[in-house]
């Protein structure tokens, strides 16, 4: 698991595992650069823990399959809305894991250091590119759990779907540290999905960009292209925030929206505005990430929330009273529930306020039972918002687990994002998406 650094002092962590399957199940609707559009099945597939890991971390990873080179080789690659450079893993010496073979293609080409692609493309990498000893284009990408990858800026062609990206931008890595060698071994690489120049859907020049996560084993989507079709409910839309002056904890290729408020039930919090604003060093924005698990607050409004929850369920819940377990290091409201029990009883919803569109949260997707964590004949279920405080993180982080059946469309073009509540399996059936 790659925990990935938003700036040089902020994370995105707890990634969930969304699998894309491959070209088989892969859809192009369209015919024209301008109207086509792509479609890959998605389904959520857990990983159980590993015991010589941290306790209690929970292993999520977004991949996609796809091809890449001439004569194509089918790659697997983490798909990161966190990230801005894609990259494949190209050192052959490395059998224990799946690699991109650069000698068999020859579409394959090095980029200079001298190219503007190295010295203009890449000013929003946190380290800066550089010269290696053959003069190619050096980069390093770090992440806040010590993991690295480095290795040489390449082009070549990329395909979905039988579209053909020719001259994509990639790392081509030959070097690096995982932080979880067990998960790393299973992809070929990183897509980065970012609003940067480098990234993925930034080179593809699709406007937009659109996923839907099935809250059961159905198939979600996700979507290459417009997303305009007749059936979809209409979309609620709330603007990216952008900003021209460059802070340091502002991440200003993250897809950043403005929190407006929290409301539990129909009851609003009372907080000030200024606590879901940026402040002057940009620390405090907020970041929709599909990548991201759970999702996570900042300290003023993680507590209001935390006693808000816990005044409505007070005689629906029993509070684990533990200060010493604390669910991922950011969870510290967790529950007793009766392992007899078959559902969770009626919980007050939790809506997120976006200027223009909301979130709202219910029932089950409140609640996450933790593996392997029972006491006598409860089981162990903690809250799904998370204290960005507890992890040293400045920002406020939209999860996937509060995305499932919401259909979500990031439109590039007049930079916003789209919201709807919808049935993420009936989606993905009018899309020939079956389970």
Not at 63 to 91: A, F, I
Not at 194 to 200: A, D, I, K, V
């Amino acid at each position: 698991m790659k925990i990935h650094s938003i700036t040089a002092c902020l994370t995105l962590l707890l990634h969930a595992r969304i699998i894309l399957f491959g070209s088989a199940d892969q859809m192009l609707i369209g015919r024209s650069n301008s109207t086509k559009v792509l479609v890959l099945p998605l389904k959520i597939q857990e990983i159980p823990s590993v015991p010589s890991k941290l306790p209690f971390t929970h292993n999520v990873t977004l991949t996609v399959s796809l091809s890449v080179g001439t004569p194509p080789q089918n790659v697997t690659m983490v798909l990161d809305t966190g990230s801005e450079l894609s990259w494949l893993h190209c050192n052959t010496t490395r059998i224990s894991r799946p690699v991109f073979k650069t000698t068999r293609s020859t579409s394959y080409s090095p980029i200079a250091c001298s190219s503007p692609t190295c010295t203009i493309r890449t000013q929003d990498f946190s380290i800066p590119a550089s010269c290696d000893p053959k003069n190619l284009c050096h980069a390093i990408l770090s992440y806040a759990d010590a993991s690295s990858s480095e290795g040489t800026l390449s082009t070549d062609s990329f395909i979905i779907a039988g579209s053909n990206f020719s001259g994509t931008i990639f790392g081509c890595m030959d070097s690096g540290f995982s932080s979880n060698p067990d998960e790393d071994s299973k992809t070929t690489g990183l897509m980065g999905m970012n609003r940067g120049s480098l990234s993925f859907v930034s080179q593809m020049e699709f406007k937009r960009f659109s996923y839907c996560i099935s809250g059961s084993d159905f198939p979600g989507i996700l979507l290459f292209g417009d997303s305009n079709f007749t059936w979809l409910v209409p979309l609620n839309y709330t603007p990216l925030i952008q900003i021209s002056t460059p802070l340091p904890y502002f991440n200003r290729v993250a897809y950043t929206v403005q929190l407006e408020g929290i409301k539990v039930s129909d009851k609003p919090l009372q907080l000030p505005k200024n606590v879901f604003e940026p402040d002057h060093t940009g620390a405090g924005q907020t970041m929709v990430d599909s990548g991201t698990q759970f999702t996570f607050l900042l300290g003023p409004a993680y507590t209001a929330l935390r006693n808000e929850f816990v005044n409505q369920t007070t005689t629906t819940l029993r509070m684990f009273e533990d200060p010493n377990f604390v669910f991922q290091g950011a969870f510290d409201l967790c529950f007793r529930v009766s392992s007899n029990s078959t559902s969770l009883p009626k919980l007050p919803s939790v809506s997120l306020l976006f200027h223009g569109a909301e979130i709202t949260v219910a029932g089950q997707q409140l609640l996450y039972r933790v593996p392997g964590e029972v006491r006598g004949s409860d089981s162990i279920h903690c809250f799904t918002f998370g204290n960005s405080d507890l992890l040293g993180m400045e920002a406020y982080i939209i999860g996937h687990h509060h995305q499932q059946n919401v259909w979500m469309e990031f439109d590039l073009e007049n930079s916003r994002i789209g919201v709807a509540s919808v049935r993420c399996d009936e989606e993905g059936q009018r899309f020939g998406v079956h389970h």
